[in-house]
């Protein structure tokens, strides 16, 4: 799938722009603040219609308009369709082949992107609600209806606080009885987000080794953690055999084990928690409290590891997830990658390039302030400069 033309009215410092695109690498050139992210944000918002750099819509449309339209034509398969997303005060308005379309998730299994952002960088380090929030989306293009859960968890979870909370506050003793059937709904839907949460880690880890050890050019071995309470350390390593079992049957009779094992746990975790649950007037066990933990040979990256290796497990990551878009969809998504070449050093930019023609990604947007940061011969790159919302041929 590839973009093969975007055009932008009054988005951001693009007040009127048409442009088309090659398959390959399309590389922007451009100096600060010349309009290379918001280029990169347009192609991201006609996939998702959310900014991966804010949640204030309005910033979005030029400042001296009152909508901005946004249209792309995608070619997927050898079909072209039409994407555009008409954004103003009252909110987004999408059609798809100029037919008015009602739900979101339409873009989203329309266009795939896979979008590096310098902000990611801080997934790391940021609070574990940012982490939840970075996977469960990672999760969404390969099961839709897992918005659906997370959505129903949180209602439960909201609903179980506020009684929990009376009856801290208020003293209503009498209400103790009811948290049961919250807890149920808590523990089925819970048990849920945690098998999803924990296959995505387990298929995104052999790939976030090759690809790290790749683009390192060293053997460190980065490993990412799903630090859950309520899976028992025996469960983790069994889930690691389930994979490579043969026997489909086998897998799923395991599955369901752990799923027995998980739930038992849970009830089990609610049990001993409840007096301190009455007394805090909140819910301490289920996902809403797991963590994702990255570490580069056993130790914590958050802790440890350099600038640049911080830049490279999440390359690595966005990498993976774009192999497992494909292994899923029988195509890579668009890899879109902001000031990707920034605290690499040449060796480590060059087989970051090498790592990416070697995949054989079909299409990969990468801004650049200097032409000289990008290291490779140009051969099946097309090159673009960037200059005060404008983007041009570049003429080197
Ligand atoms: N809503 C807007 N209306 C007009 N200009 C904007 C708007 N939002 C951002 N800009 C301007 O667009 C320019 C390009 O920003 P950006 O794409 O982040 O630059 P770059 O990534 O090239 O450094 C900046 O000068 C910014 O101030
Ligand atoms: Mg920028």
New binding site residues.
Partial sequence: MFLKELSLRNF??YTDLSIQFNKGLNIFI?E???????LLEAAHFIHSLQSFRTQDEK?????SSNDALLSAEVEREGNVINLSVLLDDKGKRVKLNGKKVAKASELLSRLAVITFSPDDLFLIKDLPSERRRYFDKAILPHSPSYLKTCIRYDNILEQRNRLLKGIRDKKRDEEKGLLRPWDEQLVEEGTRILFKRRSLVEQIRPFLEKIFQAISRDNKRPILIYETQLLPAEALSEGNVVLRCSEAAEQRKTEADIADKVKGLFYQLLEEKRKEEFRYGYTLVGPHRDDFQFSIDDQRAKTTASQGQHRMIILALKLSEAVLYKEAFGEYPVLLLDDVFSELDEIRAEALIEQIHDMNIEQVFI?AAKKESIPFSNKGCSFYL?KEGTVKPYNS
Avoid: C, P, V, W
Wanted: no cysteine.
């Fill in positions: 951001r410092n451009g600060n603040a010349q309009g290379k992210t918001s910033s979005l449309i030029n400042i801004t960037i």
